[in-house]
């Protein structure tokens, strides 16, 4: 059974991760760019929610080697300007042939925002 | 503008040579609220490189950045990437479709470090989202 991981986001973790991972795509910063292409204001990076959903993974498997990770970004993660979002991952780990694969689920509101999210371990 | 279909298939020239530093890696870490306590990066780390490709491919083909969502995105590791590796990514197009006034464009980029060995191999789907859309 693994716990289920509740993470908050807000614009300055948004700022902090464009510095630091090289995305400077303003939709995740400006409000007034966001909307202009059609979104419903200020989203994370779908990579900074990938990078919880893989924190989780490295809370619940400490030191196993990751050998494959991925997903779709189906639903946007809106961040408001003030305070922030809470998003939750839970996970279902099941082995076979000496790797474990971790099924997740990632939801904001209540709602999946990741499709399909899974890593592959080798413990 | 819809994407250029000629782009599929076309790989563009490795970036940079982009040395890893515990700095970066901590930074990376931080951002996410956690503590780089050393050791590998995080499993998303790799997605830096695979930017570096990205920024570039995008510029080359003057694609704005703010029309692009990310739509999907895969990672297949041979070893985690660790401070002191000095790491370039070299992108590929692999598939180009239109839907409903938005570009879906299909990547690949091959991260491999000074030795030339691959450290992994990134998969991302870009939208572009179209004036109209």
């Known amino acids: 059974m693994l716990e289920t991981q509740t993470y908050t986001i807000t614009r300055a973790d948004l700022v902090r991760y464009a510095a630091a991972s090289g995305d400077h795509n303003p939709i995740h910063q400006d409000e007034a760019v966001a909307t202009s292409v059609g979104l419903p204001g200020v989203i994370a990076h779908g990579m900074y929610t990938m990078a919880l959903a893989a924190r989780a993974v490295s809370t619940w498997f400490p030191g196993a080697e990751v050998v494959s990770f991925g997903c779709k970004f189906t639903n946007p993660v809106v961040v408001p300007a003030e305070g922030g979002v809470e998003v939750e991952v839970a996970g279902e780990a099941k082995e076979a042939d000496g790797l474990t694969t971790v099924a997740l689920t990632v939801t904001c509101g209540g709602q999946k925002v990741l499709g399909m999210p899974k890593a592959v371990l080798r413990a | ?133």
């Not at chain 2, 298939?9 to 890893?20: L, Q, V, Y």
């Not at chain 2, 692999?94 to 030339?116: K, P, W």
């Open chain 2, 1 to 133: 503008m819809p994407v250029d279909q000629s782009l599929v298939g076309r790989t563009f020239p490795p970036t940079a040579p982009h040395p890893i530093t515990e700095e970066q890696v901590r930074d990376f870490v931080a951002a996410t609220g956690e503590e780089y306590a050393g050791g590998p990066a995080p499993a998303t780390y790799p997605i830096v490189l695979a930017f570096d490709a990205m920024n570039a491919f995008l510029e080359a083909e003057s694609i704005d950045l703010f029309r692009i969502v990310h739509g999907e995105q895969k990672f297949a590791y041979e070893r985690p990437v660790v401070p002191g590796d000095v790491l370039t990514a070299t992108l590929t197009v692999g598939s180009l479709r239109q839907i409903a006034g938005n570009d879906i464009i299909g990547t690949t980029s091959e991260v491999t470090d000074a030795s030339g060995a691959l450290v992994c191999t990134t998969s991302a789907t870009l939208v572009h989202r179209g004036p109209e859309a």
